[in-house]
């Protein structure tokens, strides 16, 4: 299992423990949950969590009566995930693994969903996506959904166009990279999200369809309210909160206005698994 030394130490940082809970990512962790509702199976239908991080969205799945098996390449995530799993003995995340997205353990045709979150931005060659995503497949049962979670090429140049960043030579000429050929690099001066690949929504949905899934639909997850000010003292208010949540489920068909989007894709009925 390779993770390229940058991506590795930025989330041993133990960060990604609070991004769920914090700013933008809490209108992510909303809307993911909306759109996620919206289309899985009932539960106790299993579903796969590759790349799940510390275990938010394993967690949630769990309270749901789902059995979610979490895989994911960083030991401290996998450390918080089952720390998270033993806070709620009577719904426990079913297993949590060290490993790849690109070979999993799981068997063919052993869950009813994947959920897709870091491998499609960490995995920067489009070879390494593909076969994630085939592994994906491949784990599937006939008839099983994908929930794959990309970056918007743009997010980096809204975010600068927002707090004024645009007018560094070094950023501008990221964002530039980022919207040209989707590699997201940080430069050396910027404390900015680490080594990735930002997709634009065609190219999410044709990566999907080539690796032998039907796409269904793609859908922006925040939307573009995270733009108003003062968005974090916005969303501890219920009314205001519940506006930014209806603006997001307006736009969803757009996802060029929010900085992460989903691909809702399924294996085809009656699909052989490749072993």
């Known amino acids: 299992m390779q993770i390229p030394p940058e991506i590795e130490a930025f989330y041993n940082?133990?960060?990604?423990?609070?991004?769920?809970?914090?700013?933008?990512?809490?209108?992510?962790?909303?809307?993911?949950?909306?759109?996620?509702?919206?289309?899985?199976?009932?539960?106790?239908?299993?579903?796969?969590?590759?790349?799940?991080?510390?275990?938010?969205?394993?967690?949630?799945?769990?309270?749901?009566?789902?059995?979610?098996?979490?895989?994911?390449?960083?030991?401290?995530?996998?450390?918080?995930?089952?720390?998270?799993?033993?806070?709620?003995?009577?719904?426990?995340?079913?297993?949590?693994?060290?490993?790849?997205?690109?070979?999993l353990s799981l068997d063919d045709a052993s869950v009813d969903a994947v959920l897709l979150h870091g491998p499609l931005y960490h995995l920067t060659a489009a070879a390494d996506r593909r076969v994630a995503l085939e592994e994906a497949l491949r784990v599937l049962r006939s008839g099983g959904l994908l929930f794959a979670v990309a970056i918007s090429a743009?997010?980096?140049?809204?975010?600068?166009?927002?707090?004024?960043?645009?007018?560094?030579?070094?950023?501008?000429?990221?964002?530039?990279?980022?919207?040209?050929?989707?590699?997201?690099?940080?430069?050396?001066?910027?404390?900015?999200?680490?080594?990735?690949y930002f997709h634009h929504a065609t190219g999410l949905a044709k990566e999907l369809v080539?690796?032998?899934?039907?796409?269904?639909?793609?859908?922006?997850?925040?939307?573009?309210?995270?733009?108003?000010?003062?968005?974090?003292?916005?969303?501890?208010?219920?009314r205001q909160r519940e506006v930014l949540l209806q603006i997001a489920r307006l736009v969803e068909r757009d996802p060029t206005h929010s900085p992460h989007m989903v691909a809702v894709a399924r294996k085809p009925q009656h699909a052989q698994s490749k072993s």
Do not use: N
């Open 210 to 238: 080539d690796a032998g899934f039907e796409h269904e639909v793609t859908l922006g997850i925040q939307g573009p309210g995270w733009l108003v000010p003062d968005f974090e003292q916005r969303l501890d208010e219920p």
């Open 154 to 196: 743009y997010a980096s140049t809204i975010v600068g166009l927002v707090k004024d960043w645009i007018w560094d030579r070094e950023y501008l000429a990221m964002i530039r990279e980022e919207i040209e050929t989707g590699q997201h690099r940080r430069p050396a001066t910027w404390r900015v999200f680490t080594t990735a």
């Open 13 to 103: 940082e133990g960060t990604e423990v609070r991004r769920l809970t914090q700013g933008l990512g809490r209108l992510e962790f909303v809307r993911m949950q909306e759109i996620m509702t919206k289309y899985l199976p009932p539960a106790p239908a299993a579903v796969a969590d590759i790349g799940g991080g510390p275990g938010a969205y394993a967690i949630w799945l769990a309270r749901q009566g789902y059995a979610v098996d979490l895989v994911d390449p960083i030991a401290l995530h996998i450390t918080q995930a089952e720390q998270a799993s033993a806070q709620q003995p009577e719904h426990p995340i079913r297993s949590c693994e060290l490993g790849d997205a690109r070979h």
